[in-house]
């Protein structure tokens, strides 16, 4: 069974960093694409960021450009994303998903970060 | 950077055909086509249909997809209680290099 578990999302100050974490299992991580998408409380799906299957190359959405950053450690079969200079705006339930091409086929239940002070 | 283009919300009868759009433009819905997604109330998404009318395995043949240019459809016949969810629509933006997606169609069942 293809599994997707995020993890390391909290309570943090305007301005502060967290990492977050998704453990994959069931499926062979290192040949897939990945990405993180994120939804406010309330709100739509936002597409975050996606990292290619060695990690060399990246893309991000302009809003986060210079403070997030994806990562992946094929070994461990997980995927991360460092988020930096935290604002209140990056409120939101954080996704791991699968990402093959074609829209994201799989999804973690999703890791809560909050921005307030 | 810019978005798809859903309606808000759609309302339709139990048993009855409800049809979804989303709009894009050349870079992204008229390039490679749409995925759509259904997320229920306090779960993550699900990917229902990608690259226009592909559907993953375990999704219902009542759900179908077409594109005509730059406009995505979402077709779903015999709307049972179930099929009422939050509805999106997502696709890669060739000259932003990032997945777009919709704001969302709120599809509730009568």
């Known amino acids: 069974e293809v599994q997707l578990v995020e993890s390391g999302g909290g309570l943090v100050q305007p301005g502060g960093s967290l990492r977050l974490s998704c453990a994959a299992s069931?499926?062979?991580?290192?040949?897939?694409?990945m990405a993180w998408v994120r939804q406010a409380p309330g709100k739509g799906l936002e597409w975050v960021a996606n990292?290619?299957?060695?990690?060399?190359?990246?893309y991000y959405v302009d809003s986060v450009k210079g403070r997030f950053t994806i990562s992946r450690d094929n070994a461990r079969n997980s995927l991360y994303l460092q988020i930096n200079s935290l604002r209140a705006e990056d409120t939101a339930v954080y996704y791991c998903?699968?990402?093959?091409?074609?829209?994201?086929?799989?999804w973690g239940q999703g890791t809560l970060v909050t921005v307030s002070s | 950077q810019a978005g798809l283009t859903q309606p808000p919300s759609v309302s339709k009868g139990l048993r009855q055909t409800a049809t979804l759009t989303c709009t894009g433009d050349?870079?992204?819905?008229?390039?490679?086509?749409a995925a759509w997604l259904q997320q229920h109330q306090g779960h993550p998404p699900r990917l229902l249909s990608y690259?226009?009318?592909n559907r993953p395995s375990g999704i219902s043949e009542r759900v179908s997809a077409f594109r005509s240019g730059n406009t995505a459809s979402l077709t779903i016949t015999g709307l049972q209680p179930e099929d009422e969810a939050d509805y999106y629509c997502?696709?890669?933006?060739?000259?932003?290099?990032?997945?777009?997606f919709g704001g969302g169609t709120k599809l509730t069942v009568l």
């Open positions: 998903a699968r990402d093959p091409g074609i829209g994201n086929d799989c």
């Open positions: 069931g499926f062979t991580f290192s040949i897939y694409w």
């Open positions: 990292i290619n299957q060695h990690g060399n190359e990246k």
């Open positions: 050349s870079d992204n819905v008229g390039n490679q086509g």
């Open positions: 690259r226009n009318n």
């Open positions: 997502s696709a890669w933006d060739s000259s932003l290099s990032a997945w777009v």
